[in-house]
């Protein structure tokens, strides 16, 4: 469960936000980052800097199943090729677990990461292997509603990441219709958002509503796994419809290439959502 918008006003006269403490723990070779309460904001294998710890943040990396940023084609579909440099936008840096992963991984991308807390970043630096800024990596201490609804950034991201909690887990502390709606139009077509929601929440259910109003009810949701989180996948541009097979040998070089458990994640996602049975359509 990750946050990087915890802020609060401290009163009228000073509109200038607060944070809650950027905290540190280590167990068993893994070191979490906290924000003053138990709660896990991310994790890092400490000799394995550059992996994927937690498994819903492995599985926030599925708009690869659709999307390859070393080829800017949806893999699975009939999706023309892009000249643009392919963007992965991450709402919410935490460990930099994302971010770390796509910038070692897709070296042809322009990573971008969101964080409102400065202590965040340089957390993510200075304790968990986070390279500094360069040609391909770009970290903006920046509010994650004001970076999306920036006309500027409309239609420019291809992979979309958004995990942003407060340091308590009580819902995501951006969910309104506005800012889904911001996300959508932020994003290219074909472009993919996955979001990561807390599933044993009263927000979950609003949370779903809104994606699926702003992405047209082209929305698939991945099993619970650990602490409630749910992750779901939402869809802009072309109609997608294939085979299992083939999102399976997709899932299959995936898990080989990068080791992300990414065969596990396609029996879960035929089996959850609705009509999906014999073929993924959305």
């Known amino acids: 469960m990750a946050n990087k918008q915890v802020r609060k006003t401290?009163?009228?006269?000073?509109p200038k936000p607060t944070f809650a403490p950027v905290t540190f723990s280590e167990e068993s070779g893994v070191r979490f980052l906290h924000f003053g309460t138990w709660?896990?904001?991310?994790?890092?294998?400490?000799?394995?800097?550059?992996?994927?710890?937690?498994?819903?943040?492995?599985?926030m990396m599925a708009g690869l199943l659709f999307l390859d940023p070393n080829d800017k084609r949806l893999k699975i579909?009939?999706?023309?090729?892009?000249?643009?440099?392919?963007?992965?936008?991450?709402?919410?840096?935490?460990?930099g677990a994302l971010t770390k992963f796509a910038h070692k991984h897709f070296p042809k991308a322009q990573v971008t990461a969101i964080?409102?807390?400065?202590?965040?970043?340089?957390?993510?630096?200075?304790?968990?292997?986070?390279?500094?800024?360069?040609?391909?990596?770009?970290?903006?201490?920046?509010?994650?509603?004001?970076?999306?609804?920036?006309?500027?950034?409309?239609?420019?991201?291809?992979?979309?990441q958004v995990d942003l909690y407060d340091a308590t887990a009580r819902g995501p502390a951006l969910s309104s219709p506005e800012f889904y709606q911001a996300c959508y139009d932020s994003l290219k077509e074909p472009g993919v958002m996955t979001v990561n929601l807390f599933g044993n929440h009263k927000s979950y259910k609003s949370n779903?509503?809104?994606?699926?109003?702003?992405?047209?009810?082209?929305?698939?949701?991945?099993?619970?796994?650990?602490?409630?989180?749910?992750?779901?996948?939402?869809?802009?541009?072309?109609?997608?419809?294939?085979?299992?097979?083939?999102?399976?040998?997709?899932?299959?070089?995936?898990?080989?290439?990068?080791?992300l458990p990414t065969k596990t994640w396609v029996p879960g996602l035929r089996s959850e959502n609705a009509r999906q049975e014999n073929y993924l359509s959305i």
């Not at 401290?10 to 000073?14: A, E, I, L, Q």
């Not at 650990?226 to 939402?234: G, K, L």
């Open 10 to 14: 401290v009163n009228k006269k000073d």
């Open 39 to 59: 709660w896990v904001q991310g994790a890092m294998r400490i000799n394995k800097p550059d992996f994927i710890e937690l498994e819903y943040a492995q599985q």
């Open 77 to 95: 579909s009939k999706s023309k090729k892009s000249d643009k440099p392919f963007h992965m936008v991450q709402l919410g840096l935490g460990t």
């Open 115 to 160: 964080d409102l807390n400065p202590a965040v970043i340089v957390a993510a630096r200075v304790m968990f292997n986070m390279p500094p800024s360069n040609q391909h990596l770009h970290v903006l201490q920046t509010d994650a509603l004001k970076y999306v609804t920036n006309k500027k950034n409309k239609e420019s991201i291809d992979l979309l």
């Open 208 to 259: 779903i509503t809104n994606i699926c109003n702003a992405f047209n009810n082209r929305v698939m949701v991945f099993q619970q796994v650990h602490d409630c989180n749910i992750v779901v996948i939402a869809f802009k541009g072309p109609h997608l419809e294939v085979d299992w097979s083939d999102v399976k040998g997709r899932a299959a070089y995936l898990e080989k290439k990068y080791g």
